[in-house]
């Protein structure tokens, strides 16, 4: 069975920070490119940051680049979005995405996490 799950939303006081993770089961991340979206209340999905299947390229939303990090464990087939000084605006739901490259009608995502920021 297919399956891209994901972990580690939370509530975080502003300024901390957040670990997430989106493990991929029954399919390999090769040849795919890999992501991180997110979704606040009232506004449309956007683009967080994106990764090539190696891990060897990244790529971010302009103003989240320098507090954001994606990576991947291609051993696992995990994906890991780590996020620090977190404020308000980045409350909302996160989710991972992985199209594949070549099938572009192969693609799954994660079932959502919550992330909070607020005192």
């Known amino acids: 069975q297919v399956q891209f799950v994901e972990s580690g939303g939370g509530l975080v006081q502003p300024g901390g920070s957040l670990r997430l993770s989106c493990a991929a089961s029954?399919?390999?991340?090769?040849?795919?490119?890999i992501g991180w979206f997110r979704q606040a209340p009232g506004k449309e999905r956007e683009g967080v940051a994106c990764i090539s299947d190696s891990g060897g390229n990244t790529n971010y939303a302009a103003s989240l680049k320098d507090r954001f990090t994606i990576s991947l464990d291609t051993v696992n087939g995990t994906i890991y979005l780590d996020m620090r000084d977190l404020d308000a605006e980045d409350t909302a739901v996160y989710y991972c995405?992985?199209?594949?490259?070549?099938?572009?009608?192969?693609?799954?995502w994660g079932q959502g996490t919550q992330v909070t920021v607020s005192s």
């Open positions: 995405n992985a199209r594949h490259q070549i099938v572009t009608s192969r693609e799954y």
């Open positions: 029954g399919f390999t991340l090769d040849y795919y490119a």
